[in-house]
């Protein structure tokens, strides 16, 4: 009984909508000058410049390095593609280390990381220094 007079209730407050014929629509257009649009109203930018063709690139700040390997700016003491010189890559378990390719899991002047050197008597072993000692 009270669904039923609740349902009265709400059919009684909606409100007819008017009719509107089809053929009294109209569309306007509008110009898409102005808008702000991201994808139409781009602005082109020129190209990006590579280090091979101007080196100072890589000494700018924010720079991924000071050194140019195929066109991209590197730090050959660090970027395990480029150790030491560009092309020089490391193996698959080795780290660039100043310059150098070295196995961070038994070098014991860089063991587990860059620069994590042993102390005297105490070897690496796993990247830890003393592991099995």
């Known amino acids: 009984m009270l669904l039923l007079g609740i349902a009265i209730a709400l059919s009684a407050t909606v409100e007819e909508l008017p009719q509107v014929?089809?053929?009294e629509l109209r569309f306007t257009t509008s110009s898409l000058r102005g808008i702000g649009s991201r994808f139409l109203a781009e602005q082109v930018r020129a190209a990006p410049t590579t280090c091979d063709k101007n080196p100072t690139v890589c000494k700018s700040k924010g720079s991924a390095g000071?050194?140019?390997c195929s066109k991209k700016c590197v730090n050959i003491r660090?970027?395990?593609?480029?150790c030491g010189r560009c092309g020089a890559k490391c193996k698959y378990s080795e780290l660039c280390c100043n310059g150098v390719c070295v196995n961070p899991s038994v070098n014991g002047k860089h063991c587990g990381k860059c620069g994590n050197k042993c102390g005297s008597g105490s070897s690496c072993v796993f990247g830890l220094c003393s592991y099995a000692n």
């Open 78 to 82: 660090t970027d395990t593609n480029n």
């Open 21 to 23: 014929d089809p053929n």
């Open 66 to 68: 000071p050194n140019c």
